[in-house]
């Protein structure tokens, strides 16, 4: 389905009229800009290929599939119009998993997510995804654009087992930004690689080296630079890309931020050991500035470029817009910006390509 510029902003221009009356939200959320599909074949292949040796940080939760029609369900519980419905392919490529014919996998995970955005073509935009370090990475996008899959690309570092002090994959990192760029594709990065990283450093090289590699496409970097909730290396992060985007204007100029599984509720302290929110409240918990030092580098990169998002299925619609309306040290009119944010990968719309 194509859509003009004009009458997709007529869309979005009456999107942004819309009030729901509640407790949860003043201003209805206008867009959910992260959120993951998973085919039951994939949930299959990631229960069975998993890797009880690995060293992947969070997880041990059983995997489920998640389709399209789940999403909508929450999209309508939430009031939120639209939605980026991710594919979880680049999950199949992940060293933490062993999956028998890798290649086509991650390929009919993204034609899966095709079909599955097609039943909602004015709700959801699809995001193909893939582990950057493949060898086949570069085909797997080009394959998504070819079936129509191209409103976007999500990159998972951590998935991926990403260094940035390897120079090689500094280079295969910038090739598939080129390529995306080159097709028109605005990329989703989860930029933390792992527990213990020089957050600093990392995202220096990714403003310097990787970014001006796509200057013609939206970027936007998943749970403000860490991998949700906000502890040190997070804050640590975000600081600096508030920092370099001070320097770099021109550079960050399409440049967001998701607050996706970023702030948590105390009840997460009790969450069953070895759940991903559990973990995460585990990494902050001594972290007592965090909340402050969050509010503060929100304002100095600008609620303007902070997408409202949840990493769905970990955490609901409905739940964090709540959640951020009770624990995110802003003022109520500007809790209420992030909810009426729309990247341009929203405004743009298909008509970008």
């Not at 009880?52 to 309508?76: F, G, V, Y």
Request: glycine share 4%.
């Amino acid at each position: 389905m194509t859509r003009s510029r004009t009458s997709h902003s007529v869309f979005l221009a009456s999107l942004l009229t819309l009030y729901r009356p509640g407790v949860d939200a003043q201003v209805t959320t206008i867009a959910e800009h992260h959120a993951h599909l998973q085919s039951s074949t994939a949930a299959r292949l990631l229960n069975e290929g998993a890797n009880p040796d690995s060293d992947e940080t969070h997880n041990d939760e059983k995997e489920e599939p998640h389709t399209a029609s789940d999403l909508i369900a929450e999209l309508d519980a939430a009031g939120i119009q639209r939605s980026v419905a991710i594919s979880d392919a680049y999950r199949l490529g992940s060293p933490f998993t062993h999956v028998p014919r890798e290649t086509a996998a991650v390929d009919a995970e993204n034609d899966w997510t095709r079909q599955q955005v097609l039943l909602y073509p004015r709700r959801v935009i699809g995001f193909c995804s893939v582990n950057p370090l493949r060898p086949y990475a570069l085909d797997a996008i080009k394959h998504c654009a070819s079936i129509g899959l191209r409103d976007g690309l999500k990159l998972h570092l951590a998935n991926a087992q990403f260094h940035f002090d390897d120079p090689t994959q500094i280079r295969k990192l910038i090739d598939v930004f080129v390529v995306a760029n080159r097709l028109r594709m605005p990329i989703l990065i989860h930029v933390r690689p792992d527990a213990k990283w020089d957050a600093k450093s990392s995202v220096r090289i990714f403003v310097e080296k990787v970014l001006p590699s796509a200057p013609s496409i939206p970027v936007q970097v998943a749970h403000l630079g860490g991998w949700g909730g906000y502890d040190r290396a997070t804050d640590d992060a975000l600081s600096t890309f508030a920092d370099a985007c001070a320097v770099h204007a021109g550079r960050c100029r399409h440049l967001y931020f998701d607050i996706a599984a970023v702030v948590l509720r105390p009840s997460d302290a009790k969450a069953p050991p070895g759940t991903d929110l559990r973990s995460l409240w585990d990494e902050q918990k001594d972290f007592s500035d965090g909340p402050v030092r969050l509010a503060a580098n929100l304002r100095r990169i600008g609620l303007s470029r902070i997408l409202f998002a949840t990493d769905w299925p970990v955490v609901t619609a409905t739940e964090y817009v709540r959640t951020l309306r009770t624990n995110l040290q802003l003022t109520p009119s500007e809790v209420d910006q992030i909810f009426k944010n729309c990247s341009l990968l929203f405004e743009i719309g298909p008509g970008f390509h």
